[in-house]
């Protein structure tokens, strides 16, 4: 592959001109002053109805004294000056300014397809259910018969794979990177009973998740090769099967100006495309036996393409990081008044 343009000096002129035809001001590396009020303003927001809203009730019971004027001083100018930092160092060191013109560059020269952002994209997978983004920007397309495509999405990567036919709801987490799914950021956490045990090293690498009674589809799915590939090239990836999809995920972008994370990108896509044309042949045994009218037919006929209602989606449970927010917002919203009320009329 052609790697010059991801690494060679570019022309400023021609990034400018790239970046005002195509990338709208509110994104990152444009439009700072105005983000960075938009920062502010959340922050005071969030320091009123945390903070100054329970203790303008307090003083008004005469239950609070009011701080003094440097305490008040010290407080908000801690609130302003930690968004503001964070955003004026994070963009004096953010090589992304470039990246969209040295993306669209290193596509046209290698035959790749650049979609650019695709707004709200509608995909069945848990990163676009659980977490939620504007836009998929940049969106690449990988020229040939099957659709494979390659964004970033919420700050994550991912690669959406078309296949032939519906399948069942099958996780498979990456224990070395713990991103979309099972980490501690991750809203999506399937239920451990579910978890089918794996033989030899791919257990200590991979957890796979499966509905019940899918433990042998799971298994032709996953076979030792597949599961052989993903220990050697996608082991920073987390996979799902959802529907007629398999997406892959990352911890972080996947669409960048770093030519070692292309090179091993699309020699794992190449490698799976080919094995995912295996799958095409699986059938779901609970629906054979009857029609799409219901009624009953011969044994010997394969069952039609499709999953039973009892694959197509795993059982979840409240993740970490959900069940915490939820305790603190109960807290706030309960405990906080309740005492409140408690001190005011004692």
């Given at each position: 592959?052609?790697?010059?343009?991801?690494?060679?000096?570019?022309?400023?002129?021609?990034?400018?001109?790239?970046?005002?035809?195509?990338?709208?001001?509110?994104?990152?590396?444009?439009?700072?002053?105005?983000?960075?009020?938009?920062?502010?303003?959340?922050?005071?927001?969030?320091?009123?109805?945390?903070?100054?809203?329970?203790?303008?009730?307090?003083?008004?019971?005469?239950?609070?004294?009011?701080?003094?004027?440097?305490?008040?001083?010290?407080?908000?100018?801690?609130?302003?000056?930690?968004?503001?930092?964070?955003?004026?160092?994070?963009?004096?060191?953010?090589?992304?300014?470039?990246?969209?013109?040295?993306?669209?560059?290193?596509?046209?020269?290698?035959?790749?397809?650049?979609?650019?952002?695709?707004?709200?994209?509608?995909?069945?997978?848990?990163?676009?259910?659980?977490?939620?983004?504007?836009?998929?920007?940049?969106?690449?397309?990988?020229?040939?018969?099957?659709?494979?495509?390659?964004?970033?999405?919420?700050?994550?990567?991912?690669?959406?794979?078309?296949?032939?036919?519906?399948?069942?709801?099958?996780?498979?987490?990456?224990?070395?990177?713990?991103?979309?799914?099972?980490?501690?950021?991750?809203?999506?956490?399937?239920?451990?009973?579910?978890?089918?045990?794996?033989?030899?090293?791919?257990?200590?690498?991979?957890?796979?998740?499966?509905?019940?009674?899918?433990?042998?589809?799971?298994?032709?799915?996953?076979?030792?090769?597949?599961?052989?590939?993903?220990?050697?090239?996608?082991?920073?990836?987390?996979?799902?099967?959802?529907?007629?999809?398999?997406?892959?995920?990352?911890?972080?972008?996947?669409?960048?100006?770093?030519?070692?994370?292309?090179?091993?990108?699309?020699?794992?896509?190449?490698?799976?495309?080919?094995?995912?044309?295996?799958?095409?042949?699986?059938?779901?045994?609970?629906?054979?036996?009857?029609?799409?009218?219901?009624?009953?037919?011969?044994?010997?006929?394969?069952?039609?393409?499709?999953?039973?209602d009892d694959g197509r989606r795993l059982r979840e449970v409240t993740s970490r990081r959900t069940a915490v927010i939820l305790a603190f917002g109960v807290c706030y919203l309960v405990v906080v008044p309740v005492l409140i009320l408690v001190f005011a009329f004692r």
């Open positions: 592959m052609d790697f010059s343009a991801l690494t060679d000096p570019v022309d400023r002129a021609a990034v400018k001109a790239y970046n005002k035809r195509h990338i709208p001001r509110w994104s990152v590396g444009r439009g700072a002053p105005l983000l960075t009020v938009a920062l502010i303003m959340m922050t005071l927001s969030a320091v009123w109805f945390v903070f100054f809203v329970p203790v303008l009730i307090l003083a008004h019971l005469d239950l609070w004294t009011w701080p003094e004027l440097w305490e008040i001083m010290i407080t908000a100018l801690a609130a302003v000056a930690i968004p503001v930092t964070w955003r004026y160092v994070n963009s004096a060191w953010d090589p992304r300014v470039e990246s969209p013109y040295r993306v669209h560059e290193f596509t046209k020269a290698n035959g790749l397809i650049y979609v650019g952002r695709e707004y709200e994209p509608q995909y069945p997978g848990i990163l676009f259910t659980k977490w939620r983004s504007k836009a998929a920007d940049p969106t690449i397309h990988l020229p040939g018969g099957r659709f494979v495509e390659i964004a970033n999405y919420s700050g994550r990567g991912y690669v959406a794979i078309r296949l032939d036919a519906p399948l069942p709801h099958i996780v498979l987490d990456g224990l070395a990177e713990r991103g979309v799914v099972g980490g501690r950021e991750s809203m999506f956490v399937p239920d451990p009973d579910q978890r089918l045990r794996l033989e030899g090293e791919f257990d200590q690498h991979f957890g796979l998740y499966c509905p019940a009674g899918y433990e042998r589809d799971a298994l032709y799915l996953f076979a030792p090769d597949i599961m052989a590939r993903f220990i050697d090239t996608a082991a920073r990836l987390d996979a799902e099967i959802i529907d007629d999809w398999l997406f892959l995920y990352a911890k972080g972008p996947l669409v960048t100006v770093d030519p070692d994370t292309w090179t091993w990108l699309l020699a794992t896509v190449r490698a799976l495309s080919k094995k995912v044309d295996q799958w095409a042949r699986w059938r779901d045994d609970n629906l054979a036996g009857t029609d799409s009218a219901g009624e009953q037919i011969p044994e010997v006929l394969t069952p039609p393409p499709g999953v039973g």
